[in-house]
């Protein structure tokens, strides 16, 4: 039996709390009866200190740069294993035999075709508007062409609208990127992987046919798995706060969608490639940039540096740094862009601010530079980001709906409004 405790002496009286132990020993004071013993509640600012929820799918050790998912290292996983192997792994808790690998696929396949009503949605939005935009009005609307999403309450229901939705996806993403740049949309084909099929999506056009290229596939799979999961980041805090009241997978997904196209969760890989395109055409030096981030009374950020939870370098960035410099390599691919980044990173690692601060290069750092080598234009890159992340947000989705000690998620505040008032008494 667990005897680990933690005692709060309020007002003379100690109470006593139990201290929960995760698998790698992480401990947590289980604070469930607090209010109900001692009236109080907690305070903490954005989470920084709060356990929200138990879960078996992802491990994360900031302070040792350990990411896992169900158990594996990231780099047993990372260019090892294709997307599609690890999306399996992290919704079923194990890799896929060979049987469940045909099946995933067969259905992936089988659900890739959107409503074909659905594609008149896409003339509403306006010539420009940004593909995370669209993808997640467009992931909301599904709810609507599949409203049985509402009803499920059957595991092999909640399976395959989690198998339509990722296979769904990639479809509106790269129609979303045909519309904002005027170009017919491409079908899915079913002869094509998970990765292929999205390239010939994005890339193939009427006059000129794409031809697949295994390394950019091979490239493609890596990131995707990189961008898989990652514990109770805020997109999928979203998506559980959201779940939490049983609104249906679609909705959920496209809230996720939206809490990661902020700068500063997913939508920092385009605002990494902003920043380094100003530095070039504004020749400021390395050393002026980091003064600017330095500054507190100037709102920069070294955008891809820095994270709530990595305090020394993030695995995935580290992953795909050498990704990207065998990538370019091959594809014979020189980026001035990738020349600053590795500069910025280096002077930033050495500037005692970066080093007192536990400030590396976070995922967003290399991954713009590695999507612009494979062709993919910069308004996709958060999409690119929501395309890896969704087994992850599906995932914790499911592990939500599964608990049984689940309830809607519903925080308290400390109220520092105005005392009571009558209208009476103020001048109208
Ligand atoms: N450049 C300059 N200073 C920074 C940076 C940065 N990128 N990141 C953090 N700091 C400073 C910050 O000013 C603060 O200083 P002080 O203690 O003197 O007030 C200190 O470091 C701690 O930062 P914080 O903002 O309290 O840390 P946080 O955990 O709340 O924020 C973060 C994490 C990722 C939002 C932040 O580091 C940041 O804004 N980074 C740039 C945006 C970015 O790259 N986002 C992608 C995150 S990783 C992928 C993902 O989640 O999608």
Redesign the pocket.
Known sequence: MNTDHADVIYQGKTHTFPVVTGTEGEKAIDISSLRRETGLVTYDN?Y?NTAACHSAITYIDGERGILRYRGYPIEDIAGKTTFVDTAYLLLHGEFPGKEQRALFSRKLTEYSLVHEDMIHFFDGFPRGAHPMHILSTMINALATFYPNVDLLSLQEDIDSSATRLISMVRTLAAFAYKKSIGEPMVYPRHNLSYCANFLNMMFHSPVKPYEIDQDIVDVLNLLLVLHAD?EQ???TTTVRIIGSAQVNLYATISAGISA?SG??????NQ??MNMLRQIRDSNATIDAVLRR??D?ADPF????????IYKTY?PRARIIKEACDKALKKMRVSDPLLEIAIELEQKALADE??VS?H?YP????YSGIIYRALGIPENMFTVM?ALGRLPGWIAHWNEMLRDKDRKIARPRQIYTGLPLRHCNESPR
Do not use: I, T, W
């Not at 700068?263 to 920092?268: E, I, N, Y």
């Not at 950020?301 to 709530?308: D, E, I, S, V």
């Open positions: 954005s920084q990652h980041n805020c997109s990661l700068p500063l969760h997913g939508g920092a605002e990494v981030a330095k507190k950020r070294l955008m891809g540096f820095g994270h709530r993030d601010y970066f601060k400030l976070n995922v967003d750092f980001f």
